[in-house]
């Protein structure tokens, strides 16, 4: 076991209120378990869903909240009964910190599903302190949310794998869309639907990007390896489409109708939801059964998943297209991300910023 002379104090960036703005943060750490790991955090991505959560979007946010569910590390210390680690390791740690164990969703080592789940930030732990995520120098997590990154794979590259990466990888492994030769559809071409691209491409599947506008027309066919690009407005091309899809990949996080989409799928195709949305959506039901085609949703995926998608990515040589800052352009890169002005995700360089200015 790695000893290390406990300092439980550590600093993040933390939202106060719905404002949503991020500023240093000082809080306990909780003292390493037997079977937690500590982790000293390198880089950590920045996902829609922490503008969500430090805004108050849903509703259910509390605060002082340090988000970030894309966290890279270095193991420092291990818990006496932890065997899957040690110091020095380099480690990610993504949305979920805590399951009950004992619901069928965990004993199918399904714990994304799990009904007492515990987010990595703005959730309680089993100690009854509240979690804080990956924009702070360190954190301590159960072994059972960590997972190894790769030999050779770059810490920020690695980082947006934890939630966009496994939250493309998990449903095309979960509704047997792995095999080669299908045609798919991605719809939002932002963190994750980027990642859909270059897995769905990776699996060996013709790809069409669906977008709102031209604005990504050559990244996505050039850099990202789109076989096609449609723009969903565009109801001459999006008729030449209807019947063909497998599946669309809904990645919006924004109210939207579905009808356009549901008109691309063919005989049993599946429209899989993915995007935050707190209003309700809405569809012809007729457009389902005539083609017997289904609406469905996924959540991230399983640690076992997560494990999975890293070996693809490293197999096949995946990365993501990320914008490196420091955490004091956090709050511009909010902004950002808000307006959809980033190529495809930030990722911020928490080992190299002064988290106490």
Request: charged share 20%; with cysteine.
């Amino acid at each position: 076991m790695g000893i290390m002379e406990a300092e439980r104090k550590t600093t993040g960036w933390a939202a106060r209120d719905p404002s949503g703005i991020l500023s240093p943060y000082t809080y306990t750490l909780r003292e390493t378990g037997p079977e937690d790991v500590n982790i000293r955090i390198i880089c950590c991505g920045i996902c829609h869903t922490d503008l969500h959560q430090t805004k108050n979007d849903l509703g259910m946010s509390n605060y002082p909240m340090v988000p970030g569910h894309e966290v890279v590390g270095e193991v420092v210390e291990v818990g006496s009964d932890v065997s899957k680690f040690t110091v020095g390791d380099i480690v990610g740690v993504g949305c979920l910190v805590g399951c009950c164990g004992g619901c069928s969703p965990c004993e199918r080592d399904l714990e994304q599903y799990c009904p007492k789940k515990i987010w990595s930030y703005n959730d309680v732990y089993i100690d009854g302190q509240p979690t804080q995520g990956g924009f702070a120098k360190a954190t301590v997590v159960h072994q059972k949310f960590v997972v190894k990154i790769p030999e050779g794979m770059a810490v920020e590259q690695a980082a947006p794998l934890l939630c966009a990466g496994v939250t493309v990888y998990s449903p095309l492994s979960h509704f047997g869309l792995k095999r080669p030769g299908l045609r798919g559809g991605i719809l939002g071409l932002g963190g994750v639907g980027h990642m859909g691209v270059k897995i769905a491409k990776a699996m060996g599947h013709h790809v069409t990007v669906i977008s709102s506008s031209n604005k990504k027309r050559e990244e996505a066919l050039q850099d990202l390896g789109a076989d096609d690009y449609v723009i969903g407005s565009d109801q001459a091309k999006m008729s030449e489409l209807a019947d063909s899809l497998d599946y669309v990949i809904d990645t919006v996080p924004v109210h939207h109708a579905l009808e356009p989409y549901l008109s691309l799928l063919k005989l049993d195709g599946k429209l899989i939801l993915m995007g935050v949305i707190n209003n309700p959506l809405q569809f012809l039901t007729p457009l389902l059964m005539l083609g017997r085609k289904v609406i469905t949703g996924s959540f991230i995926g399983s640690m076992k998943e997560t494990e999975e998608m890293l070996e693809f990515c490293k197999e096949k040589g995946l990365s993501s297209i990320i914008e490196v800052v420091k955490m004091d352009y956090v709050n511009t890169a909010f902004e950002r991300l808000e307006k959809n002005d980033v190529r495809y995700r930030f990722v911020v360089d928490v080992e190299g910023s002064n988290l106490d200015a």
